[in-house]
């Protein structure tokens, strides 16, 4: 191979501008709600599932004491209990990984741009980076969660930020409001029957 012979590049190379700030003016506000919700409820999902898996444990325990129940029954009864707690924990995993989404993005984008500094100029100006824009509420989260599906219409140059928004579509999916609601007033209930228990046990 001559010294003049062209180096074999990935996408930056044929980086087209306005596809790749096509695909970020459709994915970005998707990005800045997810981050936004994730900021404000990972602690309080995190705490809840703690607080789940400690009421299973009780309640299991002080049922099996209280019936004289076998330690197979126990560890059954315990593993049912346990599941709201377990799913809150998985989902303040998702959460907390989330967090920075925008920021990640941005990042991307700008490593697509690669040598092209006009890009890296022309997307520093159009997108700073603006705290109050990811206040974005949960109705706007799963109204722009499409954006991504339809990012992947605007070709090669928009495959990496889909892959980088990819791991928080799931949070666009109903399902995981339904799973999450659901987990944590099955985890209330739950810390709810615990303390009654508690109070037996003193009484």
Same mark, same amino acid.
């Given at each position: 191979m001559s010294a003049d012979a062209p180096i074999a590049a990935g996408p930056s190379v044929d980086l087209d501008p306005d596809? /790749?700030?096509?695909? $970020?003016? +459709?994915?970005?506000?998707?990005?800045?709600?997810?981050? =936004?919700?994730? *900021? *404000?409820?990972?602690?309080?999902? &995190?705490?809840?599932? !703690?607080l789940?898996?400690?009421? %299973? #444990?009780?309640?299991?325990? =002080?049922?099996?004491?209280?019936? #004289?129940?076998?330690?197979?029954?126990?560890? $059954?009864? /315990?593993?049912?209990? %346990? $599941?709201?707690?377990?799913?809150?924990? +998985? !989902?303040?995993?998702?959460?907390? %990984?989330?967090?920075?989404?925008?920021? &990640? $993005? &941005?990042?991307?984008? /700008?490593?697509?741009? #690669? +040598?092209?500094?006009e890009y890296r100029e022309r997307f520093a100006k159009r997108h700073p980076h603006d705290p109050a824009a990811e206040q974005s509420g949960l109705r706007r989260l799963w109204r722009t969660g499409k954006a991504v599906l339809e990012v992947k219409a605007l070709g090669a140059e928009a495959q990496q930020i889909v892959s980088a928004s990819a791991g928080a579509m799931v949070m666009a999916n109903p399902v995981f409001l339904i799973l999450l609601v659901g987990s944590m007033a099955s985890v209330c209930a739950l810390a709810g029957v615990a303390g009654i228990i508690a109070l037996a046990y003193l009484v």
């Open positions: 596809r /790749l700030d096509a695909a $970020i003016q +459709k994915v970005l506000p998707f990005a800045s709600a997810v981050d =936004a919700f994730a *900021r *404000r409820s990972v602690g309080t999902v &995190r705490t809840l599932a !703690m789940g898996l400690l009421s %299973a #444990g009780w309640t299991a325990y =002080a049922c099996a004491d209280t019936f #004289g129940w076998s330690l197979t029954t126990a560890l $059954i009864v /315990l593993a049912l209990l %346990a $599941i709201p707690g377990a799913l809150l924990w +998985k !989902m303040q995993r998702t959460l907390q %990984a989330t967090i920075g989404l925008p920021q &990640r $993005i &941005r990042d991307t984008a /700008l490593g697509m741009a #690669g +040598k092209a500094a």
